[in-house]
């Protein structure tokens, strides 16, 4: 938000520097963010004079050029070598003397004493688009004959100079996003300073207000009292629509508003004074000579200002007349109902309403104005009259007319202030600073807060109303602060901290462990959004009953909470291959999020929160190099992954039993890890019909983990310390013609179940499949390690051999090769 130097001058007579005020707009909780200094005419015409032409001849050596000597009342004239062709002797010309800079086209320059074809230039004699007084370039700028010599432009065209503070409001201060509500701050922090009641604000004065005659009344109804609790209203005849005055549109354009006409931009200008939204209607598109605030039937029609159809969803608040809908209240206004420069009549709105009716109209139609901003965070019922007569009187300063009405004003439900305990004792137990009474008191007071009791120890307050923030006692505390002054609490000389237990396991502390795991091993860390778009689940019917949907979404990519972290990371591999990123390998930890009436969750149901850990891989294995061979990512490069992670968890790859499928979305292959007959994961190939969707061309391989029962089952495992065995181990291979049906995990299975004492590990060390071999038949090579606790002699292992090629035999039909 924008605050002007000057505006705040005009309520408040403060004697603080701009950098000063800033500093003082910040401590007190209004946080500037920048300070620049703005004038009507860029650079302040600091530099250029006026000046007198003695005389003019052609350049020996050029003929467009000109030879001046210009007197600019300061000793000997300047000679001057001038280009424009309507230069003439006696003129009262515009000189920017050395030194000079202008900013012409959007460039700078800065005037130097120079040669021109060896003649000697000390100035500029400017045109008015070289000083930023016009468009014209013509020639340069001839001024009255009266003109005086030597005096500065920046007096002659009356230059208009401000400081302009960007502030960064935050949501609660809605109170301040106004010039009086900076205001308000000012004058409460200078008087505590001072220590004494020195500064008040200067309101604008409308004792004088009264309406003209009744010959223009518009009655006005509200179908809807919750929506829109208060109505103001008058009529204004005979105006004359045109460019606002000087004055007016300075101070606009110094807070980065545009001039429209004299109307919009009084309600412009008391909407920053004041902070209460206004707007104007041109009476003749009022059919029916009334006003109605209601809601429209869903898909109604509405055009706006900006030519913009939109479809109202039933529960828009429209301001509108016995026919049609003129403007969204408190947001916008429509197309035929605006003044224009055929305007006569108008009629002048001064509302409340309601915030959650305004936020939900502008998210839904994706519409931010000023007034939706204000109104979105609550506006003060309490302002609309001062507002209205206010903007009044200033129409009829700038447009002329008669105020034609009186005041219309429905308020059929007057809002409570609110009132609340204050303990001088959690005042200071919460800033951490002892205040006196005395001294919170004037500060409350100052702020406009009401002291309705006071025992010395609690003071009832009631709360001001355009203090729409302040509903706790805290809330009051931290206004005390602001004033008090944050740098004056007392950093204390001693620090308390209190011994804290963490729940083992430490589930951040694994999740990191985790990550650096990952993290070493090629891969880097992606976070998503938790919100997603609908369509990724209804198109392929992903489970679309179980999602959890935002009431208000911010747009339609964002209206639904993720059931899965594919989606997000798909979207992360499309914008970094669309970054020329082929070969990557990335991990997400995230919470994923359901709708289950049947398993309600703990704290909200029927919600659930289940965290997970995703893996994606992609591309090359490898960078690209000369003495490597090219090796894309397989299924198995992402397996070695997962059970490096749950090998990191404790949980062994022995305690793992892989169950595998073809297809289930979102895979065209896949794996389902589980360990105790829990599910803890899935790994596998991303269905090309998914991966056209985001226009991927290569293969993408996607593990789920989920980290809830990973930490679950992982938690129960200990580290145990085991002797490093004192006798060596002892190999065997062995080749198998299997059915191809049949998996290496079958093997490990059975061998594990058969011998479970020698054996101590299983490597599948070859494939081979051919024609040769049979149908449907493969062969693996496997190896076999035996270990025990004393050397181990061939007959022992031959024992184990036979017993283990029996199994296989007669539970896989396997054949030895």
Request: charged residues 25%.
């Amino acid at each position: 938000m924008l605050i002007s130097y000057n505006w705040l001058k005009s309520y408040v007579d403060f004697d603080l520097s701009p950098e000063a005020l800033a500093v003082l707009l910040t401590d007190s909780g209004l946080e500037v963010e920048s300070l620049e200094k703005y004038e009507s005419i860029r650079g302040g015409l600091r530099g250029v004079v006026t000046g007198h032409v003695l005389n003019c001849e052609a350049h020996p050596k050029a003929d467009r050029l000109t030879l001046t000597r210009v007197d600019t009342g300061d000793g000997e004239p300047l000679p001057i070598v001038c280009g424009a062709p309507n230069v003439k002797p006696g003129q009262k010309v515009l000189v920017a003397l050395e030194g000079t800079t202008l900013y012409f086209n959007k460039e700078e320059l800065t005037i130097k004493a120079v040669k021109i074809r060896g003649a000697e230039s000390r100035g500029m004699i400017c045109a008015e688009d070289e000083l930023g007084l016009g468009d014209s370039h013509d020639g340069i700028m001839v001024l009255a004959e009266d003109t005086p010599v030597g005096i500065p432009a920046a007096e002659l065209f009356d230059v208009y100079e401000d400081w302009i503070y960007e502030i960064g409001l935050t949501p609660n201060r809605i109170d301040a996003a106004s010039h009086i509500g900076a205001a308000r701050d000012i004058v409460s922090v200078i008087n505590h300073q001072k220590k004494k009641r020195e500064l008040s604000i200067k309101w604008p004065d409308t004792s004088h207000f009264k309406s003209d005659n009744e010959k223009l009344t518009i009655p006005v109804t509200i179908e809807d009292t919750e929506a829109c609790p208060r109505y103001s209203s008058l009529t204004i005849s005979g105006v004359t629509v045109k460019e606002s005055p000087e004055w007016l549109k300075q101070k606009l354009k110094a807070i980065g508003q545009k001039p429209i006409n004299n109307v919009v931009d009084v309600t412009n200008y008391v909407l920053q004074e004041v902070g209460q939204p206004l707007h104007a209607f041109d009476v003749a598109a009022i059919e029916g000579n009334k006003v109605v605030v209601r809601k429209p039937v869903k898909n109604t029609v509405f055009e706006t200002l900006d030519e913009e159809e939109l479809k109202l969803t039933g529960h828009d608040l429209m301001i509108c007349n016995a026919k049609d809908s003129m403007c969204m209240g408190g947001i916008l206004g429509g197309i035929k109902s605006g003044v224009t420069e055929k305007t006569t009549d108008i009629f002048l709105e001064s509302a409340c309403f309601d915030p959650v009716t305004i936020r939900k109209s502008a998210k839904h139609h994706g519409i931010k104005t000023e007034a939706s901003f204000r109104f979105e965070r609550g506006s003060d019922p309490e302002i609309t009259l001062y507002a209205l007569k206010r903007a009044a009187l200033l129409i009829k300063e700038v447009a002329g007319g008669e105020i034609s009405s009186r005041i219309s004003d429905i308020y059929p439900g007057k809002r409570n202030p609110v009132e609340l305990d204050l303990h001088v004792e959690d005042v200071n137990r919460l800033i951490g600073s002892q205040i006196p009474i005395e001294e919170i008191r004037f500060i409350l007071e100052d702020l406009d807060f009401e002291i309705l009791s006071d025992n010395g120890r609690l003071l009832h307050v009631s709360v001001p109303s355009y203090r729409v923030d302040v509903t706790r006692t805290a809330d009051v505390v931290e206004e005390v602060l602001r004033i008090y002054g944050y740098n004056n609490v007392e950093i204390p000389g001693k620090m308390n901290a209190s011994i804290v237990i963490s729940p083992k396991p430490d589930k951040e502390l694994l999740q990191n462990m985790v990550a650096d795991l990952l993290s070493a091993r090629g891969f880097n860390e992606i976070m998503n959004n938790s919100l997603t778009k609908e369509a990724y689940y209804t198109k392929h019917n992903f489970r679309p009953e179980r999602l959890v949907h935002i009431v208000n979404p911010l747009s339609q990519d964002l209206n639904v909470m993720r059931q899965t972290l594919l989606f997000g990371g798909l979207e992360s591999l499309v914008y970094n291959l669309n970054r020329k990123v082929h070969d990557m390998k990335l991990y997400e930890f995230g919470n994923t999020y359901f709708r289950d009436s049947e398993k309600p969750g703990v704290a909200l149901p029927p919600y659930i929160e289940q965290p997970c850990l995703a893996m994606f891989m992609t591309g090359r294995s490898h960078m690209e190099n000369w003495y490597v061979q090219d090796k894309v990512h397989t299924f198995f490069d992402l397996k070695d992954a997962a059970f490096a992670v749950l090998n990191k968890m404790g949980i062994s790859s022995d305690l793992i039993t892989i169950r595998q499928d073809a297809s289930e979305f979102p895979f065209a292959f896949y794996s389902a890890l589980f360990v105790n007959d829990r599910q803890i994961g899935k790994i596998g190939k991303v269905n090309p019909k998914v991966l056209k969707d985001f226009d991927l061309k290569q293969d993408v391989f996607y593990g789920e983990l989920d980290w809830e029962g990973i930490l679950t089952i992982g938690s129960g495992k200990t580290l145990v310390f085991k002797e490093v065995p004192r006798f060596p181990a002892v190999r065997r291979d062995l080749a198998l013609l299997l059915n191809s049906d049949i998996s290496f995990s079958d093997i490990e299975t059975i061998a594990s179940q058969t011998e479970q004492k020698l054996l101590k590990e299983i490597n599948l060390f070859d494939v081979y499949q051919d024609e040769k071999l049979g149908k449907n038949k493969k062969s693996y090579a496997v190896s076999f390690l035996f270990q025990a606790d004393k050397t181990l002699t061939d007959k022992e292992v031959d024992k184990v051999m036979n017993k283990l090629t029996k199994a296989f035999e007669q539970k896989l039909s396997a054949a030895i090769r």
